[in-house]
């Protein structure tokens, strides 16, 4: 079955710290994969994507994701956490027909 | 940059009524999709739409629901008669296809059923 998960419906991160945000996904064709971030009160704005070119996927604000196929995985990183990274996360899959199949997103919290 | 736009932001509604969501995707877009998002929960996939008919839909997208093109620019989601369990944050988004399935989101319309 297709599906996707995100461990860790809620992440904390001090300011200046690494974010690591897992994704995985269960797939029997080749995916894409897309990671968006939803700020409060607003709508899902595009972070990265990746359509089968290279594995290491750089984004907006400091963002990357990097592909492994051995480990079904597209986990969200950035080196260093600003306090504007406070939003919501959603991990997204195309698995080629026409809808994006959403994962439960993961709340990230910046700590001062 | 294009953008999809959505109106209203906020629709409060009585059970029962029909409501209209409205979307103006991006003008070269040829795809067209509903998604929702009830309060803290996934966002859901309702209906996709090409070419002024439906593609593909989801069971939350019973017959309670439809869709349409009207004149070129907008794309509508209706709900004849509301239920409680309606009330959800409701996306548009849409795609040309020729960018690796990128789906351009709209800034969602609230949908609160009393």
């Known amino acids: 079955a297709q599906s996707v998960t995100q461990l860790g419906s809620h992440v904390s991160v001090s300011e200046g710290a690494l974010v690591l945000l897992r994704c995985n996904y269960s797939?029997?064709?080749?995916?894409?994969l897309f990671w968006y971030v939803q700020y409060p009160n607003q709508g899902l704005q595009l972070l990265l994507k990746y359509t089968s070119a290279a594995t290491l996927v750089k984004g907006i604000n400091g963002f990357e994701a990097e592909f492994k196929k051995s480990e079904t995985s597209f986990h969200l990183t950035k080196p260093s956490a600003h306090m504007s990274d406070a939003a919501e996360y959603f991990c997204?899959?195309?698995?080629?027909?026409?809808?994006?199949?959403f994962g439960t997103g993961t709340r990230l919290t910046i700590i001062p | 940059e294009p953008e999809v736009t959505q109106t209203p932001s906020h629709q409060v509604t009585q059970m029962g009524q029909e409501v209209i969501l409205r979307c103006v995707p991006i003008s070269n877009h040829l795809y067209f999709y509903w998604y929702r998002q009830i309060l803290g929960q996934k966002v859901e996939f309702l209906v996709s739409?090409?070419?002024?008919?439906?593609?593909?839909k989801s069971e939350i997208f019973d017959d309670q629901f439809s869709v349409e093109r009207p004149d070129g620019s907008n794309f509508t989601l209706k709900i004849r008669s509301t239920k409680l369990e309606d009330s959800a944050m409701y996306f548009c988004?849409?795609?040309?296809?020729?960018?690796?399935?990128?789906?351009?989101f709209g800034p969602g319309t609230r949908l609160t059923v009393t």
């Open positions: 797939s029997s064709v080749p995916p894409y």
């Open positions: 997204a899959v195309n698995f080629g027909n026409e809808k994006l199949t």
């Open positions: 988004a849409s795609s040309s296809r020729d960018r690796d399935y990128e789906q351009y």
């Open positions: 739409f090409y070419n002024n008919e439906i593609s593909e």
